[in-house]
């Protein structure tokens, strides 16, 4: 410690400004350059400034601090945004499951051609199948007033109408069922605070699509039930309006499952290389061409297409059939067409599980996780099993049992992709 009496003796250090041997120095940067302040010692210490010493400026004043309050709000809106429960992700997977079973459903619905034969639609008096045996004669003298009954069904028995209701009515009761899955435990999940806000604006829109999907499905039966003057052929629905009602399902499906499983999977923390993301966009094209090939089915079973040309792998007697190309204009075909709608569905198919070969193929080039492995090998398997079913369903003269398998390998399929892709996901920084 330096006594005031050496403080006097080294008057000559304080008119050169130089910092006492016992003083304490701090450094302070202020606009790139750096300043020495000076303390004074013991004699500062009590209060009472050294002779000769030249008293230090006074430190500028800090700005106003932030309160507490303010300090919490900051580190509120800076703080990623909470995990949704598992609860929740669970929740949408079995929703996914759901509409799966719904989709399957309403294809079977479609291969006994049941779903014309529920004429009105109502969202709840309908609830209630007929029970008395004048309550089915009055249901099925409704029916009889409708195309279907009066140029293919017109020998159809009481019996065998109760088949084809029970077959329609099990299909709509399915779908309010979907409907009460999202709305009612979405409807908990808000209340109890489990959901963020990007979670909320996803399951509102979940819930607008099911009630978008169920008045989709009626505006579909309708095109069916229209009387057509001009027309000889079989009364069926709407191919464009079948291929946007299954693929209104189709998108429901894949967004519930996408978004379980991203809140239940843990992401990987995969290197960036250029080779995983070349990978990734091979998966997300391998999704994308599978989603279409399954839409094109809609049109397949919209036009009976499958029953056109049953052999494999020529059309016939021919790669290219002659009337690929029938109608005009040419852009007719590929929705209407049904030898076209079938070579197009046949080219996607072989496509899509061209692409998945190769991309299982790439895949092997590069070290994964076991479970993103397990993704990749499932998606390839699948994918031939799949076609597969399409060949035999073509081979057999579309079997209902084998044409319903071939529609949910459809699903299970589209599942291995959206699978994989969750396990690709990039970590967020």
């Given at each position: 410690?330096?006594?005031?009496?050496?403080?006097?003796?080294?008057?000559?250090?304080?008119?050169?400004?130089?910092?006492?041997?016992?003083?304490?120095?701090?450094?302070?940067?202020?606009?790139?350059?750096?300043?020495?302040?000076?303390?004074?010692?013991?004699?500062?210490?009590?209060?009472?400034?050294?002779?000769?010493?030249?008293?230090?400026?006074?430190?500028?004043?800090?700005?106003?601090?932030?309160?507490?309050?303010?300090?919490?709000?900051?580190?509120?809106?800076?703080?990623?945004?909470?995990?949704?429960?598992?609860?929740?992700?669970?929740?949408?997977?079995?929703?996914?499951?759901?509409?799966?079973?719904?989709?399957?459903?309403?294809?079977?619905?479609?291969?006994?051609?049941?779903?014309?034969?529920?004429?009105?639609?109502?969202?709840?008096?309908?609830?209630?199948?007929?029970?008395?045996?004048?309550?089915?004669?009055?249901?099925?003298?409704?029916?009889?007033?409708?195309?279907?009954?009066?140029?293919?069904?017109?020998?159809?028995?009481?019996?065998?109408?109760?088949?084809?209701?029970?077959?329609?009515?099990?299909?709509?009761?399915?779908?309010?069922?979907?409907?009460?899955?999202?709305?009612?435990?979405?409807?908990?999940?808000?209340?109890?605070?489990?959901?963020?806000?990007?979670?909320?604006?996803?399951?509102?829109?979940?819930?607008?699509?099911?009630?978008?999907?169920?008045?989709?499905?009626?505006?579909?039966?309708?095109?069916?039930?229209?009387?057509?003057?001009?027309?000889?052929?079989?009364?069926?629905?709407?191919?464009?309006?079948?291929?946007?009602?299954?693929?209104?399902?189709?998108?429901?499906?894949?967004?519930?499952?996408?978004?379980?499983?991203?809140?239940?999977?843990?992401?990987?923390?995969?290197?960036?290389?250029?080779?995983?993301?070349?990978?990734?966009?091979?998966?997300?094209?391998?999704?994308?061409?599978?989603?279409?090939?399954?839409?094109?089915?809609?049109?397949?079973?919209?036009?009976?297409?499958?029953?056109?040309?049953?052999?494999?792998?020529?059309?016939?007697?021919?790669?290219?059939?002659?009337?690929?190309?029938?109608?005009?204009?040419?852009?007719?075909?590929?929705?209407?067409?049904?030898?076209?709608?079938?070579?197009?569905?046949?080219?996607?198919?072989?496509?899509?599980?061209?692409?998945?070969?190769?991309?299982?193929?790439?895949?092997?080039?590069?070290?994964?996780?076991?479970?993103?492995?397990?993704?990749?090998?499932?998606?390839?398997?699948?994918?031939?099993?799949?076609?597969?079913?399409?060949?035999?369903?073509?081979?057999?003269?579309?079997?209902?049992?084998?044409?319903?398998?071939?529609?949910?390998?459809?699903?299970?399929?589209?599942?291995?992709?959206?699978?994989?892709m969750s396990e690709l996901r990039r970590v967020p920084k």
């Open positions: 410690m330096v006594t005031p009496r050496c403080v006097r003796k080294c008057s000559s250090c304080f008119r050169r400004r130089t910092p006492l041997p016992g003083s304490l120095g701090m450094l302070r940067a202020a606009g790139g350059s750096v300043r020495l302040l000076l303390s004074g010692g013991a004699a500062e210490g009590r209060g009472v400034p050294a002779r000769g010493l030249v008293p230090a400026a006074a430190p500028p004043a800090h700005p106003r601090l932030p309160t507490q309050r303010c300090l919490q709000r900051r580190l509120l809106q800076q703080a990623p945004p909470p995990a949704a429960p598992p609860a929740v992700g669970r929740w949408l997977l079995v929703c996914s499951g759901a509409v799966a079973g719904a989709v399957v459903l309403g294809g079977v619905t479609r291969l006994t051609e049941s779903g014309l034969s529920m004429v009105d639609w109502h969202l709840v008096k309908e609830m209630k199948p007929p029970r008395t045996q004048q309550e089915w004669e009055a249901e099925f003298q409704k029916y009889q007033k409708f195309p279907e009954f009066k140029i293919l069904n017109h020998d159809m028995t009481l019996t065998e109408f109760k088949f084809i209701w029970y077959m329609e009515y099990s299909h709509r009761m399915w779908g309010r069922v979907v409907g009460l899955a999202y709305i009612l435990p979405a409807t908990y999940f808000w209340r109890k605070g489990w959901l963020s806000r990007p979670m909320k604006g996803c399951v509102l829109a979940l819930c607008g699509l099911v009630c978008f999907q169920g008045l989709l499905g009626w505006y579909m039966v309708k095109s069916g039930l229209e009387e057509k003057p001009d027309s000889y052929d079989i009364p069926r629905v709407s191919q464009y309006r079948l291929a946007a009602h299954l693929g209104s399902a189709l998108v429901l499906y894949s967004a519930s499952l996408w978004t379980g499983l991203s809140l239940l999977l843990p992401r990987h923390k995969l290197p960036e290389t250029h080779q995983l993301l070349r990978l990734r966009q091979y998966a997300h094209g391998a999704t994308a061409l599978i989603f279409l090939t399954a839409l094109s089915g809609a049109f397949v079973a919209g036009l009976d297409a499958g029953l056109v040309y049953n052999s494999f792998p020529k059309m016939g007697e021919r790669w290219i059939p002659d009337d690929l190309l029938a109608f005009s204009p040419v852009l007719r075909n590929i929705f209407e067409n049904p030898t076209t709608v079938q070579f197009d569905h046949r080219i996607l198919g072989i496509t899509s599980v061209t692409a998945v070969t190769a991309l299982y193929l790439f895949s092997r080039k590069i070290p994964l996780p076991r479970r993103t492995r397990m993704a990749v090998t499932s998606l390839l398997v699948v994918a031939y099993m799949q076609v597969g079913l399409g060949i035999s369903t073509l081979l057999l003269y579309v079997p209902t049992p084998l044409a319903a398998t071939h529609q949910s390998g459809s699903l299970a399929l589209l599942s291995m992709a959206l699978w994989l």
